[in-house]
């Protein structure tokens, strides 16, 4: 009997190879034994996203012109050579480098993974589907996330060079892996695709949002109520502190997070038939918003845990929610233009806002915890959506 893996499980084991970083728990000591301070370190994730930006729409053109598979793969190969210059690299400039080369794969990947996964389904009416299969995506690097910063922590406990270097082998193998998985992916646009001028592409994408009042609507609410993934990532480890928390259990704490997360993301479409579309993507939004501004004034370790567990697992539920309504609105000729505009547009809200909650931050965390959560819950309330 021939055993035959979709196209979407092929997407999602990809997906899990290419998380497999396990330099991740230690890699800010990676960075300072290497010659890069503090500021040099967070200004390397500023470099990610304006290299993302740049080329989100022109690489949502060529995957929508050249071909999806195509877009994914060299997405790929160009995120599995960051390690690689990670070996070598001994300055500021070599890693930024790396960060740009990674943000461009970043780019190529946005918006081809999810317009092919959508027309994977959209042939045998399965729309509904795409929830689902989001989630299985979106779990995936999730337990790949769970998984690495173990194994890293373990295996460089002593946090010594040699040790680096092992970790980042290992994450060029998973992620050479990811690569190698990528080349077997079969494309679904059709073989006769009508060849249009990107710049058409471009102008139809931006059109299309905002002629459709539904889908620059959750589009809207997909931004400005997004979670801030960024900052608590770094924003927790001070939080912790501040509220008693061993340092020796921040991983622990961190893969309960990130497990949470990997269940509700891997099934958000049954917790839409329990409480229905409109309540789920509304609870989806505003809980974070809460959650941020109650740690803005809880310091016990038992609930500044708890909080952050709950936070970090109710973002899970998003995405595959989000990219399905998106999904239904956009046409397949040009998915992941638009899809890349929208990314495009929401990188650039978070790279302004990123400058802004670490200005904050530096005055009191707290202070930062506050301000994204009564951004988010007024969002969360404006921008209420209907079920699509």
Known sequence: MKFHITEITKLSLINFFMH???????????????????????????????????FEIPTGIFADTIGR?????????????????????????????????????????????????YDNLHPRNKEEEMKKSMGSYGSASLIAMIIAPIIGSFLAKDLLMPQFILLILLTL???????????????????????????????????LIGSNKSLLRIVLLSTFASPFLFAIMYL???????????????????????????????????????????????????????????????FHPIWAILLFVLLRGTIGLQEPLFSAYKNVYIPSKNRATVLSLISMLTSLYLAGMMLIIGKVADINVSYSFLFMGT??????????????
């Open 20 to 54: 497999l970083f396990f330099l991740s728990p230690i890699i800010v000591f990676f960075f300072q034994q290497r010659g890069l301070d503090y500021f040099q370190i967070l200004f390397l994730e500023s470099v990610l996203v304006v290299f993302v930006v740049l």
């Open 69 to 117: 598979k195509k877009s994914i793969v060299v997405g790929t190969l160009l995120i599995a050579l960051e390690p690689v210059v990670f070996l070598f690299a001994d300055n500021f400039f070599w890693f930024a480098f790396a960060f740009a080369m990674s943000g461009i794969g970043i780019a190529f990947h946005s918006g081809s993974i999810e317009a092919l996964m």
């Open 173 to 207: 193998g998973a992620m050479l892996t990811g690569f190698v998985t990528s080349l077997f992916i079969k494309d679904s646009q059709p073989k006769k695709v009508e060849k249009e001028n990107p710049i058409v592409f471009f102008k139809c994408g931006v059109r």
């Open 236 to 298: 927790y480890q001070p939080y912790f502190k501040n509220s008693g928390v061993s340092t020796a259990i921040f991983g622990i704490v961190f893969a309960f997070s990130l497990l949470l997360a990997a269940l509700l993301q891997r099934y958000a479409y049954k917790v839409e038939k329990k409480f229905g579309g409109r309540l789920t993507i509304f609870l989806s939004t505003i809980l974070p918003g809460i959650f941020y501004v109650t740690m803005a004034f809880t």
């Open 375 to 388: 951004i988010i819950i007024i969002a969360s309330i404006l921008l209420n959506i209907k079920y699509p």
